[in-house]
């Protein structure tokens, strides 16, 4: 293998090309320091007074912002929107973009519709599509099962280039143990799908489930390194790593400099770690996610892609419209990515646990 190649593929799991680092964040010191990100190629070396010490600002009219805020349709689906619906309740609401489900769209083409509508409202709402949701069995080891799952994900990634995405979650749906002596076979299929994206413009991402059977910071990164492949690319989630009892630590030997999309998401005190279902967690700040050592470490690690908000909490729609749920959705978002737990409350959070 040449060495250049398995630099760039190596990056999925190490800090790619440069030294190893140490990225412990010292918070207060990193609020501090100004770091770059709110300041343009032609900006002027000297700050403005008003200007973001932290090199990230609730201010969003100071542009650009290092990264985007965008929602997974997840959080609003008890409302059942189509997806042209979705697409419009969330331009208003103001995100960046939007992470739309592979079954929203084929029930929109279902009734007749074509994929340029959706395309066109997506650049009438000025929304980045930055993922697709979509559960392919492209990794069981059924072989008939597993085939029949590789040609749904070539469906699923044209429908996605069409649309002009370039990315798509990949989970190992249907797996429902993972053979830790077997991740070179799964990284195997996985290279399947990347190959078969690869000739669409459209980068698979492995996902961590934190419940599921791949559930571990470690076995997900070994697989994606396995690949040899450089497009290899994951999925993470914030509510995910903490439900596979991760640890948060360990993202600073994964080159999130690549990673287009993290899930965005907080989880209670109460239940447990062992016991939490996808519709415990709740809205960013509300619960102990250690943003404010997080968001930082991110930023510090190369992370400029979209944080993605994803919930699955049907309690907040019940008394609630659409609008007045990503409002809510967006107002704590930009508190908790721009001002980082600044207030102290994440760690005061944290200390019930205590």
């Known amino acids: 293998m040449e060495r250049r190649y398995f630099f760039k593929t190596m990056g ?16 207060e010191s990193l609020h501090a320091k100004d770091m770059p990100g709110n300041q343009s190629a032609t900006t002027n070396q000297s700050a ?49 973009g939007i992470e739309l489900w592979m079954s929203d769209i084929q029930s929109f083409q279902d009734k007749g519709s074509r994929l340029t509508d959706l395309t066109a409202r997506l650049n009438d709402n000025r929304l980045r599509l930055e993922n697709i949701i979509g559960f392919a069995q492209w990794a069981v080891d059924d072989q008939r099962r597993r085939e029949a799952g590789l040609e749904q994900m070539k469906r699923e990634m044209e429908i996605t280039a069409t649309l002009g995405g370039q990315f798509i979650a ?7 143990r993972l053979d830790s002596s077997r991740l070179d076979d799964y990284a195997q299929r996985f290279l399947h799908v990347i190959e078969a994206g690869r000739a669409l413009g459209v980068t698979p991402l492995l996902e961590l489930w934190g419940s599921g059977a791949l559930s571990k910071l470690a076995d997900v990164v070994h697989i994606a390194i396995a690949t040899g492949h450089p497009d290899a690319n994951l999925l993470l989630d914030f509510y995910h790593l903490y439900r596979g009892g991760n640890s948060f630590e360990s993202l600073s030997l994964v080159n999130v400099a690549k990673l287009p999309v993290f899930h965005l998401n907080d989880y209670p005190v109460d239940p447990p770690r062992e016991r939490l279902k996808d519709s415990d967690r709740v809205y960013p700040g509300d619960g102990i996610c250690p943003f404010d050592i997080l968001i930082p470490m991110l930023y510090q690690g190369g992370f400029r892609g979209a944080f993605s908000v994803e919930l699955f909490n049907d309690g907040y729609c019940i008394d609630h419209t659409v609008e007045q749920v990503l409002a809510l959705t967006l107002e704590k978002t930009r508190k908790v990515v721009f001002d980082n737990g600044r207030d102290g409350k994440s760690a005061e959070r944290r200390n019930r646990r205590k």
């Open 170 to 176: 990949a989970p190992m749906m249907g797996v429902e």
């Open 12 to 27: 999925v799991g190490t800090l790619a090309m440069t030294p190893f680092i140490n990225y412990a964040v010292d918070v």
């Open 48 to 96: 403005t007074a008003n200007q973001s010490t932290t090199g990230y600002s609730p201010d969003q009219t100071q542009k650009p912002a290092p990264f985007r805020l965008s929602l997974n349709v997840s959080t609003i689906r008890p409302y059942k929107l189509s997806v042209d619906r979705q697409i419009e309740a969330c331009g208003k609401a103001g995100f960046d």
